[in-house]
């Protein structure tokens, strides 16, 4: 079956603009977790949807924010883009919640200049 | 809040056997994950360990010690394709949500 899918692959933005990020889980998945890696803090957890409701959420500050479609895609909004946003940006999907096996894609590569 | 350290790098020889150590400080513990990265590549989860004890899953097992904030994984009869970060991370409980602390990753090297 299909894996994860993120889109896009890589994307450049410039300082101060906002950015979606996509994430298609395997089918039948109902939870979906986002993290953000960084040569610098490694990786770190945003936040986790089941079921269109965000349920954990990691330390990042409100310009970070997700959502859930009831097909379980989601998105992922950076508003007012800085320059420590540049990142690879994973998420992962499950079958429920964040103590089950998760499965990553691929990432967005976003660079901000 | 929660501390996870885990040793940088570690290197062991192809064939024999690695123990990884992760400790952690925490608040409000709820389970431990393993996963593993290679280099360029996405995350793969190894195990979450929510009780006390040794779990195995083929070559690999994880270990978890609640009382002492503990925690290891253990690769046996390691191979060339064992080679990449290993990432620790606690679950944290905090009020109505969870969230995950990762440490900075073990990175492994076999040799021939």
């Known amino acids: 079956k299909a894996g994860v899918t993120q889109t896009p692959r890589y994307l450049i933005k410039t300082r101060g603009q906002q950015v979606t990020l996509s994430c298609s889980p395997i089918?039948?998945?109902?939870?979906v977790s986002w993290y953000q890696q960084t040569p610098g803090q490694g990786l770190q957890f945003l936040f986790e949807?089941?079921?269109?409701?965000?349920?954990n959420k990691g330390n990042f500050p409100g310009r970070f924010s997700g959502r859930q479609f009831s097909n379980s895609r989601s998105e992922m909004n950076v508003s007012t883009l800085e320059l420590g946003d540049s990142a690879l940006y994973l998420c992962?999907?499950?079958?429920?919640?964040?103590?089950?096996?998760?499965?990553f894609g691929q990432g967005t590569r976003l660079t901000v200049v | 809040g929660q501390n996870i350290d885990q040793p940088t790098e570690m290197t062991a020889t192809e064939g024999a056997i690695v123990q990884i150590n992760c400790t952690y400080q925490?608040?409000?513990?709820?389970?431990l994950f393993w996963y593993q990265q290679h280099a360029g590549e996405a995350p793969t989860f190894l195990s979450y360990?929510?009780?006390?004890g040794l779990e195995e899953k083929g070559r690999f097992s994880s270990f978890l010690s609640r009382s002492k904030g503990y925690s290891y994984l253990l690769l046996k009869e390691l191979q060339m394709k064992d080679s990449a970060s290993y990432l620790c991370?606690?679950?944290?409980?905090?009020?109505?949500?969870?969230?995950?602390?990762f440490g900075t990753g073990t990175l492994l090297a076999v040799q021939p």
């Open positions: 992962a999907s499950s079958l429920a919640t964040l103590g089950t096996e998760a499965f």
């Open positions: 925490t608040s409000g513990f709820n389970g």
């Open positions: 360990n929510v009780l006390d």
């Open positions: 949807y089941f079921s269109e409701t965000q349920r």
């Open positions: 991370a606690g679950e944290e409980r905090g009020g109505a949500t969870n969230k995950l602390i």
């Open positions: 089918s039948g998945h109902r939870s």
